[in-house]
Nanobody, 125 residues
């Protein structure tokens, strides 16, 4: 099992930027497909982005394409989410997730087996 800890959340004005980090421990980080999800108050958790084991493939929700960038550093056991041009509707708790299934399976099902505790992102208008 892999343990995940998010950091980097905070309060930012609309149009600003934040970079979230997800530090992994416990198992070989490079063996996991990684992803970011978010959950706003009163709403269901939604997929944000995913990245393959090598970092060569990425997948984004339409709502964040062109504004958010997912990346990973396997040498540092860390995944990132660079968020630019933030909007109030991006306000949510952001969770990182990991899964050892095949890339194509994970992005089709968006089913991840391991989760972090979340970090709050608040975008003011």
């Amino acid at each position: 099992q892999v343990q995940l800890v998010e950091s980097g959340g905070g309060l930012v004005q609309a149009g600003g930027s934040l970079r979230l980090s997800c530090a992994a421990s416990g198992r070989t980080f490079s063996s996991y497909v990684m992803g970011w999800f978010r959950q706003a108050p009163g709403k269901e958790r939604e997929f944000v982005a995913a990245i393959s084991r090598s970092g060569g493939n990425t997948d984004y929700a339409d709502s964040v394409k062109g504004r958010f960038t997912i990346s990973r550093d396997n040498a540092k056991n860390t995944m990132y989410l660079q968020m630019n041009s933030l909007k109030p509707e991006d306000t949510a708790v952001y969770y990182c997730a990991a899964d050892a299934k095949r890339w194509i399976t994970v992005i089709v099902t968006r089913d991840f087996g391991s989760w972090g505790q979340g970090t709050q992102v608040t975008v003011s208008s």
